[in-house]
């Protein structure tokens, strides 16, 4: 049965249900005490009763319509049969005179006065003629001995006339007499009044039985049914139903049993549905669907169970691990949800079937996981929890569709009682944690410091100084001039952004460096209009280059953000078109991060970028994680070596050789590079020795205003030596 049918059974009880009170009261009782005074009550055996007795008392009635009249009949025979026997002794059986009448006068007096006879007339056999008359006058008279009539009653009731014939008397003449019959009609009103009696008392006797035999095997039956009906309609899930105590071989007693496992059924589906859909609810609500793990409320809940649980003076401390997946976001967009799907499953399982049974692993995010367990003897800092979860996900690509991915993690530690006493507090904390190793790079481990707290807030507060700082003009551009190694010239200048902070102090306020406040920027989405300021302002002071007939470029830096969250293309050749500078005047420097993600938009972009004329950088090369092979394809014209390498070029082997692979690596694949940092002679001439093709540094000149950036150019001689020596 599903969850709908569940609903209409429900509705069909709370339809049931006004009438609940009526029907309680009156199945209060049941079968063995209270069904006898039940069917007085019930209106179903008073209208078969009520049927039944009219139905007999009418079939009577008519019985009695037509008994009536036999019996009248009957008693009327009874009147002459008496008149006759009072008559016939009295004629003379010494007939002389056929004329004569046989009865004296005085007979015929005795007659009227003591019997029943009022009046009487003797015809003659032969000719019907009268021979004698006495009494009362009659109604019958015979004229001949043809349609003789045969009695005659008064209208009234009061009289009968008969006519005795000769066969009758066994004389030979026809007597007409007429006897009082006042009594019979008496008669038959004391009948029907018997006869009415006999047939109410048996029509109530009939009714009785019927009444008691439908209440036994009809009503009682019917009101445990409906007792039980009711129930169930007031609790289908547990319905306090009795057994039936009714013969289930007949037809009401089978319906009962049939009627109550239905019932039962119902119930019984009821439950099951109602623990199906709660252990559904439960699932959807705890669990996430893709990896089967709990999820964060579940995750919380358990932690805050767990810590509630504890008794003692010495309570466990739990360490909370929040663990993301890193550049999850470009597996996603670049290989396909599927893959994405299937590798966070794996990392599920493998993360899982790495912690120990006691331990809650739960998929808290997209691509984030929490773990959390006690901190035991053995196992005592929430750090080497920690490094054991990166350590599993790092250890063994994952295997997907037959590729292999290797993934990597960022993670964020806190520990309970430690950094919170609030479980909710501890995962955020964690979650802080996070952000710090994801910020420093990725792929690191990051123990919760309340530091972390501090420059969450001084970030907040940096951001909204920011915004304020647009507004305000704060916002500047700094010129770094940018030369060729081999002639000496000045080929261009990278556009470096600067925020002065106006504040109380002597000097009037201070810069802001870049690198504090770019990547708020960057997080917050405030680089894409920043990144327009500076592509604008930069493009317009190289557009007055190009007028007063310098053959300098600029190079802007280009942020991943602005990259993946405008549409840079257009916001360039837009900014080109304006300000009047030609395309391969600019030079955008990107970083190596920009190919982390979202790898097939990247690629477009850069051609798109590339189709405008625009000359395109790779900025600090050498410290990202770009894999060599995206370098041909990627339409990049230069190469600029990060300046921690040139720094160290002098004193470490290691970073010397890296800085010569670069430019090898560089003009194999026929690009330019680029060397920043270059602070020093003992840096130039590294470079130069390493056939470098161009140097940015200190040694040159600090990023400075667009004013003295002029005044630079215009005072350079030409000749790198007239750089001092510092
Ligand atoms: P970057 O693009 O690598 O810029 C070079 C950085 O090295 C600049 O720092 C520059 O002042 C510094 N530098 C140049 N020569 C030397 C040197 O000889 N010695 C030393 N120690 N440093 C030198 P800055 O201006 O603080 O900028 C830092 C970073 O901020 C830049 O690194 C760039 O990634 C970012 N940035 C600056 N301006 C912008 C901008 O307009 N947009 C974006 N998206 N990022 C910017
Ligand atoms: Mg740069
Ligand atoms: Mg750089």
Not at 131 to 158: F, T
Not at 639 to 644: E, F, G, R, T
Request: aromatic share 8%; charged share 25%; net charge negative.
């Amino acid at each position: 049965m599903s969850l709908s049918e569940n609903k209409v059974f429900l509705g069909w009880s709370s339809k049931v249900g006004n009438k609940k009170q009526k029907i309680k009261k009156s199945v209060i009782g049941g079968r063995l005490t209270g069904a006898p005074v039940q069917m007085w009550k019930s209106r179903l055996s008073w209208r078969i009763a009520l049927s039944v007795f009219l139905t007999i008392l009418t079939v009577q009635v008519s019985i009695l319509g037509l008994t009536v009249q036999n019996y009248e009949q009957e008693r009327l025979r009874d009147v002459s049969t008496a008149g006759r026997a009072a008559i016939v002794p009295l004629i003379s059986n010494n007939i002389v005179d056929m004329l004569a009448s046989p009865m004296s006068q005085e007979d015929m007096k005795r007659l009227t006065t003591s019997t029943r006879v009022n009046g009487i007339a003797i015809y003659s056999r032969a000719d019907a003629s009268l021979l004698a008359h006495y009494g009362a006058p009659l109604a019958l008279v015979l004229r001949g001995l043809k349609n003789i009539p045969q009695n005659y009653y008064g209208s009234d009731g009061s009289f009968y006339e008969v006519v005795f014939k000769p066969h009758e008397l066994g004389r030979p003449y026809y007597i007409v007499a007429q006897m009082d019959s006042a009594h019979v009609s008496e008669q038959v009103y004391a009948y029907i009044e018997q006869t009415i009696l006999i047939m109410l008392l048996m029509s109530a006797f009939v009714t009785t039985v019927l009444m008691i035999a439908l209440g036994h095997w009809l009503l009682e039956p019917i009101l445990f049914l409906r007792d039980n009906l009711m129930k169930a309609s007031e609790n289908p899930e547990d319905p306090n139903i009795l057994d039936s105590p009714f013969d289930s071989s007949d037809e009401i007693g089978g319906a009962i049993d049939v009627a109550l496992s239905l019932i039962r059924q119902n119930a019984e589906n009821i439950k099951r549905i109602k623990s199906a859909a709660e252990d559904q609810i439960h699932k959807l609500a705890y669990y996430d669907t893709l990896t089967g793990l709990p999820n964060r409320i579940f995750f919380l809940q358990s932690l805050n169970e767990r810590i509630q649980a504890q008794e003692g003076d010495n309570p466990d401390r739990f360490a909370v691990i929040a663990l993301d997946l890193d550049h999850f976001k470009d597996v996603n967009d670049s290989m396909g949800h599927n893959i994405g799907d299937a590798i966070l499953r794996a990392v599920g399982k493998r993360l899982r079937a790495s912690m120990p049974e006691s331990a809650i692993v739960s998929r808290s995010g997209e691509d984030e996981f929490a773990i959390t367990m006690a901190l035991t003897k053995d196992v005592n800092s929430a750090r080497d929890i920690a490094e054991r979860v990166a350590g599993v996900i790092r250890s063994e690509p994952f295997k997907v569709f037959n590729e292999n991915f290797q993934i990597r993690a960022s993670v964020g530690v806190s520990t309970y009682p430690d950094d919170g006493i609030d479980p909710d507090q501890v995962l955020k904390n964690a979650d802080i944690a996070l952000n710090r190793a994801k910020e420093e790079g990725r792929d690191t481990i990051k123990e919760y410091s309340e530091d972390f707290d501090l420059a969450v807030q001084q970030r907040f507060q940096m951001l909204r100084d920011l915004r304020d700082a647009m507004e305000k003009d704060q916002l500047l551009l700094n010129y770094q001039p940018q030369l060729d190694l081999t002639t000496g010239r000045i080929i261009g200048a990278e556009a470096l952004i600067r925020w002065w902070k106006p504040d109380n102090s002597k000097e009037g306020g201070y810069f802001i460096p870049p690198v504090d406040f770019i990547p708020i920027a960057e997080q917050s989405g405030l680089i894409v209009p920043i990144g327009e300021w500076v592509l604008r302002m930069a493009c317009e002071s190289a557009a007055a280059w190009q007028k007063a007939g310098y053959g300098m470029r600029i190079a802007v830096n280009v942020s991943g953000a602005q990259f993946h969250q405008s549409d840079i293309v257009s916001c360039v050749s837009k900014i080109l078109q304006e300000t009047g500078l030609e395309a391969g005047r600019l030079e955008l420097e990107v970083t190596e991060s920009i190919f982390m993600e979202d790898i097939n938009h990247t690629v477009e972009t850069l051609q798109q970028l590339h189709g405008l004329g625009v000359e395109l950088a790779i900025d600090d090369f050498g410290t990202g994680y770009s894999s060599l092979s995206y370098l041909r394809l990627f339409p990049i014209d230069r190469l600029k070596i990060d300046q921690s390498f040139i720094r160290n070029a002098l004193n470490n082997p290691d970073d010397a050789a890296i800085a010569r692979t670069i430019v090898r690596l560089g003009h194999s694949l026929n690009l330019k590079v680029i060397a920043e940092g270059v602070e020093t002679k003992e840096h130039e001439d590294f470079l130069l020795k390493e056939n470098c093709d161009e140097v940015q540094g200190y040694r040159y000149s600090r990023p400075v205003p667009i004013d003295n950036f002029n005044e630079f150019v215009k005072n350079y001689t030409g000749e790198l030596s007239s750089f001092s020596e510092s």
